[in-house]
């Protein structure tokens, strides 16, 4: 991987880990955690590459034109292992960690290290975690076992107590707004806070088109608290809906939360031209608010499970439903 091609927010955390390599502590098991659209992965493989290069830069970064960067590049490198969930939101079972275990049980094929990246390992089930606790109580030589986490709460205490953590934290706005620039997007302050300040969410939405949607769910929300419309209707059609994932819409949800304590508050209230959730926030309770902000933060954790999403959503918009009428 050449320089260039790291993302600019990227760069602290990138001499973090090259620091390891430098020094000959490449840490056993590390644990990277970060929110969506941050580029976890992207850290991810760059520093796996870097492990497997025969020649890398003075910087650490693969050169990509060794065998082991050629093997990487066409995906058969016997010394880098990748596991993540096989469908979106479920979980990584037993099978692919008694997998790993088998592959670990054998010496790396190449001078170099070995590399495993686990992506979504905060949707390891239980049994898939208890298994893999076995890889890091037993390490191999030169293997090197990198997690990655939105939300690693979820992993039980005996992994994350043996891994070394690394945060990725949202870029200043003007890191995230120059880098828009390059794919001709002219960011507003809308868009930023819709994709919680995550540059690579921002340009997702926006080539997405995703404000004007964002509006549309805004104001469903908003039409709720005036008493206006049904929440088992509304659920049903956000439900059916296939432009954005229901985790996103409860994500946003959450944002607005935010901004109603926020404006209750008057402290860094950020509403932007949403006057209606200033509103709000002078006639609701707060401790109910609170209150349904952690239903709302239980229910996204719940994404991965097999709870009906449907009857999810609905309970959502009518507990919200109700915490206006009060």
């Known amino acids: 991987m050449k320089q260039d091609s790291l993302y600019p927010w990227l760069q602290d955390n990138w001499r973090h880990l090259t620091a ?8 056993q098991a590390l644990l990277i955690q970060a929110g969506p659209g941050l580029g976890m992965l992207h ?29 990487f590049a066409a995906g058969t490198h016997p010394d880098y292992l990748f596991i993540e969930p096989e469908e979106s939101g479920k979980a990584i079972g037993i099978d692919s960690i008694r997998q ?27 049994a898939a975690a208890n298994a893999f606790l076995k890889c890091l109580e037993e390490p191999t030589e030169r293997t090197s076992i990198v997690l990655l986490a939105e939300n690693p709460a979820k ?17 200043d706005t003007v890191v995230t707004l120059d880098w828009l620039k ?9 868009l930023l806070r819709m994709a919680q300040g995550a540059p690579l969410r921002a340009k997702d939405y926006a080539e997405r088109n995703l404000l004007a949607v964002h509006e549309t769910y805004l104001n469903d929300w908003l039409k709720l608290a005036r008493g206006q419309g049904n929440a088992v209707q509304l659920a049903e059609r956000w439900q059916k809906q296939e ?6 819409v409860l994500s ?9 304590v926020k404006c209750a508050y008057r402290a860094d209230c950020d509403i932007g031209q949403h006057s209606a959730l200033q509103e709000l926030s002078k006639r609701l309770d707060l401790l109910q ?31 919200w439903s109700r915490l206006n009428k009060r």
Request: proline letters at 5%.
């Open 20 to 27: 390891y390599i430098a020094q000959q502590r490449i840490p």
């Open 43 to 71: 850290l991810a493989e760059s520093y796996a590459q870097a492990l497997l290069c025969e020649r890398p830069t003075e910087e650490y970064f693969a050169c990509g034109g060794c065998h082991g960067c050629r093997l």
């Open 100 to 126: 790993l275990i088998n592959k670990l049980a054998l010496k790396p094929q190449y001078p170099m290290h070995r590399c495993i990246v686990i992506n979504s390992a905060d949707s390891l089930n239980n």
């Open 155 to 171: 992993l039980p205490a005996t992994i994350r107590s043996r891994c070394q953590l690394m945060t990725i934290a949202p870029p």
């Open 182 to 190: 390059q794919y001709r997007i002219d960011a507003d302050a809308d």
């Open 243 to 248: 432009a954005v994932s229901l985790s996103e």
């Open 252 to 260: 946003w949800m959450a944002q607005w939360l935010v901004i109603i």
């Open 289 to 319: 608010v609170y209150r349904f902000y952690d239903v709302l933060l239980s229910s996204i954790q719940k994404l991965d499970t097999q709870l009906n999403k449907q009857l999810m959503i609905e309970y959502i918009l009518i507990e």
